[in-house]
């Protein structure tokens, strides 16, 4: 009884600590190249220091995030299989960017205000690399 009353306890201060989930994996974005013909684009797996936002920016052979084109919002820790519905339209073999962007900055929590180079709910970085996976439409 008494290991069971450890353990417990000890799980507990881990999950209360808010970043198990987050700092056992990783932050990150998983996904790979998928069809969009359904109008949504879904990354496997994200690992989120805090809540926020999955966004799609279109992208191409520079690399470099451009126009938005679909959010969903995340909450921190381990989030599988996230859909985010496609605002414009998306041919196949075009490239996507799926990023990982943080809550902060905005006016209101929840609701989405990101434009492109705007700090409100903005990108998130580690080790001063955007977080993201970069897939191709199909």
Do not use: C
Not at 54 to 78: E, F, I, N, S, Y
């Amino acid at each position: 009884m008494k290991q069971y009353l450890k353990t417990t306890a000890l799980l507990a201060a881990t999950l209360m600590s808010g970043n198990a989930l987050a700092d056992s994996m990783g932050v990150g974005v998983w996904a790979s190249d998928q069809s969009v013909s359904g109008g949504t684009v879904t990354a496997d797996k994200i690992v989120a220091d805090s809540n926020g936002w999955l966004v799609v920016h279109r992208t191409g052979a520079d690399m470099k995030p451009g126009p938005v084109v679909g959010h969903a919002p995340l909450k921190m820790g381990d989030n599988t299989d996230v859909t985010a519905i496609l605002t414009e339209e998306v041919e196949s073999g075009d490239r996507l960017m799926l990023m990982l962007h943080g809550e902060e900055g905005g006016m209101k929590t929840g609701i989405f205000e990101y434009t492109l180079g705007a700090t409100e709910d903005g990108p998130v970085k580690k080790d001063g690399k955007l977080v993201m996976k970069t897939i191709t439409a199909e």
